[in-house]
């Protein structure tokens, strides 16, 4: 069995290949070509986190694998409040291939799903880029999208005024164009072409009335005590979602930014207007006007982690990276 750890993994993760098979796997998905049940978890009440399982099986990159990842959103900034194992299994015997990190493939899978939705959605002439966050996931989705986009502008917003300095200073150094930290989520907000949400906020970050048109908004976030976006943007926007069967799901595994507004008579489940899969297989549309709105909801998906451990196993073996190991 193959043995990678982080710093392998995150050396062979290449973000741009990792976009591009993105797009077959959330086709996959769509069509129900892929295995993907609705994640499980055991919940940590007295630290507010879980433990999950996301088993996944993508017939078209040969990949059979499992997932367990854990969510401490109290965790220090030593240690992410994302952490992860994944096992691949050979699809033809069942015997386990490759045990690796999932913490790197987390990151980045979420922040390339991300990108593949402003490549689907956004304006081809989109700029400005908001990062909602300061944390894992704002880093992979500022270094995601600004490859999907011509990005000049690069404005990092988050609780804390210090480590949004921070990241915009480190991110400055690996990003072209202005990097800059504002000082408000509506700052960050205010003309952005995208918006990237990627906070654990109990309160909505994402407002209509910060909103300028035909913005694409990307959200990641999840709190089960909250939410990321408001009621009137989700009223208005075009919401695009990796599967409705997750997002809709009881938590742990949907989505209260969408949840809550159904629970309140607000919207219907139908509001839902497309999967990923679907607008990419020509079965949906995309965004119809400049003016319009778009919003992609995203919890996380299996398909996404199988996707990217095909990537990182195929080029480790290329390589020959990596311990092999034997599990008797």
Same mark, same amino acid.
């Given at each position: 069995m193959l043995l990678l750890g982080r710093s392998?993994?995150?050396?062979? =993760?290449? %973000?741009?290949a990792l976009i591009d098979v993105l797009a077959p796997a959330m086709a996959d998905l769509s069509a129900g070509r892929a295995s993907v049940p609705d994640r499980v978890a055991a919940l940590v009440p007295e630290r507010d986190a879980f433990l999950a399982a996301?088993?996944?099986f993508l017939p078209s990159a040969g990949v059979l694998m499992t997932k367990l990842v854990s969510l401490f959103p109290h965790n220090d900034g030593a240690r992410p409040t994302?952490?992860?194992l994944i096992v691949a299994f050979d699809p033809d015997t069942g015997e386990p291939a490759a045990l690796l990190d999932g913490t790197a493939i987390t990151a980045a899978r979420t922040g390339a799903c991300s990108a593949l939705s402003a490549r689907?959605?956004?304006?081809?002439?989109?700029?400005? =880029?908001? %990062?909602?966050?300061?944390?894992v996931q704002a880093r992979s989705h500022a270094r995601a999208l600004c490859r999907v986009r011509p990005i000049r502008q690069v404005?990092?917003?988050g609780r804390d005024p210090a480590k949004a300095a921070a990241l915009a200073e480190e991110l400055s150094a690996v990003l072209e164009g202005d990097v800059r930290a504002v000082s408000s989520y509506a700052e960050a907000l205010d003309g952005a072409d995208i918006a990237a949400a990627t906070t654990h906020a109990v309160e909505p970050v994402i407002r209509r009335a910060w909103l300028t048109p035909g913005v694409h908004v990307t959200s990641v976030g999840y709190n089960p005590a909250g939410r990321e976006i408001d009621d009137a943007t989700v009223i208005e926007a075009l919401v695009c979602v990796e599967?409705?069967?997750?997002v809709l799901a009881p938590p742990p595994a949907g989505s209260n930014?969408?949840?809550?507004?159904?629970r309140d008579g607000l919207i219907t489940a139908d509001h839902v207007h497309a999967e990923l899969g679907e607008i990419i297989a020509g079965s949906r549309s995309g965004r119809t006007t400049p003016g319009q709105i778009t919003l992609y909801k995203s919890v996380g998906v299996a398909a996404q982690d199988a996707a990217a451990t095909?990537?990182?196993v195929a080029a480790a073996r290329e390589q020959s990276i990596g311990e092999e190991i034997t599990m008797r």
């Amino acid at each position: 069995m193959l043995l990678l750890g982080r710093s392998q993994v995150e050396a062979l =993760l290449d %973000v741009d290949a990792l976009i591009d098979v993105l797009a077959p796997a959330m086709a996959d998905l769509s069509a129900g070509r892929a295995s993907v049940p609705d994640r499980v978890a055991a919940l940590v009440p007295e630290r507010d986190a879980f433990l999950a399982a996301m088993p996944g099986f993508l017939p078209s990159a040969g990949v059979l694998m499992t997932k367990l990842v854990s969510l401490f959103p109290h965790n220090d900034g030593a240690r992410p409040t994302h952490q992860a194992l994944i096992v691949a299994f050979d699809p033809d015997t069942g015997e386990p291939a490759a045990l690796l990190d999932g913490t790197a493939i987390t990151a980045a899978r979420t922040g390339a799903c991300s990108a593949l939705s402003a490549r689907l959605l956004a304006r081809e002439d989109a700029t400005v =880029l908001a %990062v909602l966050g300061t944390g894992v996931q704002a880093r992979s989705h500022a270094r995601a999208l600004c490859r999907v986009r011509p990005i000049r502008q690069v404005r990092i917003a988050g609780r804390d005024p210090a480590k949004a300095a921070a990241l915009a200073e480190e991110l400055s150094a690996v990003l072209e164009g202005d990097v800059r930290a504002v000082s408000s989520y509506a700052e960050a907000l205010d003309g952005a072409d995208i918006a990237a949400a990627t906070t654990h906020a109990v309160e909505p970050v994402i407002r209509r009335a910060w909103l300028t048109p035909g913005v694409h908004v990307t959200s990641v976030g999840y709190n089960p005590a909250g939410r990321e976006i408001d009621d009137a943007t989700v009223i208005e926007a075009l919401v695009c979602v990796e599967s409705r069967q997750a997002v809709l799901a009881p938590p742990p595994a949907g989505s209260n930014d969408l949840l809550m507004p159904i629970r309140d008579g607000l919207i219907t489940a139908d509001h839902v207007h497309a999967e990923l899969g679907e607008i990419i297989a020509g079965s949906r549309s995309g965004r119809t006007t400049p003016g319009q709105i778009t919003l992609y909801k995203s919890v996380g998906v299996a398909a996404q982690d199988a996707a990217a451990t095909a990537l990182v196993v195929a080029a480790a073996r290329e390589q020959s990276i990596g311990e092999e190991i034997t599990m008797r």
